[in-house]
């Protein structure tokens, strides 16, 4: 692996560090990204919206929901960053034949354990503290499919409680740029296309097309995002940053031999 010529600079990162890194990133790649995060979104988006409006689901119902639905909407977007993240352009084929191929296992843990488990409530956290790089491992590692959530969980052990502390601040960040841009493009359209200077949001507005558009750009913002904590878990545990640099201090000493 190709430590030195990645899409960002291999070093330790805060988590502050690793959102901003999102964004910078996302600024940079924002077609290439944008394509995977929609192509991801997009059927659950559509799907979420029928059934919200159609079939009268409760909101405690649409949360898990969405829950079970987070691991198969940001899978192709996880994809596409492994491959950019080490200089690699993944295909549209590509990118399925590796969703293909991994089908079983995503089924198995990112359905059958992580529904049960977000179910039972009491072990819901167990998702956080240990499952959290599941997509990444399972996408991107590839090994064998019995070995996926030992993998997980050796990523998340040392650092358990302060990703289940992530995950809290990200469904409060979320939900606030969730209801920020409900309300603010609310008024905007209708100050726009209205004659009436106030707003009365009802329930139609709040399950309307901009409440599902915001929640599935937070979704996959995050999933920027827990891409860049995987990596920088492996960093830590595996010194990506150590080995480099030894070899730059190799390098050093290359050069001065040949003077």
Not at 21 to 43: D, S
Request: charged share 20%.
């Amino acid at each position: 692996m190709a430590y030195d010529q990645t899409l960002v600079q291999i070093r330790e990162r805060s988590f502050l560090e690793i959102l901003d890194l999102a964004l910078v990133v996302l600024r940079r790649r924002p077609v290439t990204i944008g394509l995977a995060a929609l192509a991801g979104a997009v059927p659950f988006a559509i799907f979420n919206a029928w059934l919200t409006r159609e079939q009268n689901l409760p909101f405690i119902g649409y949360l898990f929901l969405l829950a079970l639905e987070i691991p198969w909407a940001t899978a192709p977007l996880t994809i596409v960053l492994g491959g950019l993240m080490f200089g690699e352009r993944r295909s549209v084929g590509r990118v399925l034949k590796t969703m293909m191929q991994s089908f079983v296992s995503m089924v198995l843990f990112q359905f059958f354990l992580r529904g049960f488990l977000l179910a039972t409530v009491v072990l819901a956290p167990f998702v956080p503290v240990r499952m959290s790089f599941l997509n990444e491992v399972i996408l991107l590692e590839r090994g064998r499919w019995r070995n996926a959530l030992r993998r997980s969980a050796t990523l998340c052990n040392p650092h358990g409680g302060d990703l289940f502390g992530q995950s809290l601040a990200q469904f409060f960040f979320g939900t606030l740029f969730v209801l920020a841009f409900w309300a603010g493009s609310g008024a905007l359209m209708k100050a726009l296309f209205s004659s009436e200077l106030t707003w009365e949001p009802t329930w139609n507005d709040l399950v309307g097309p901009r409440f599902h558009f915001a929640i599935w750009v937070a979704i996959e913002f995050f999933g920027i995002a827990r891409f860049f904590n995987y990596i920088d878990q492996r960093i830590r545990l595996e010194g990506w940053e150590v080995e480099l640099r030894l070899r730059s201090v190799g390098r050093a000493l290359e050069d001065a031999r040949q003077w």
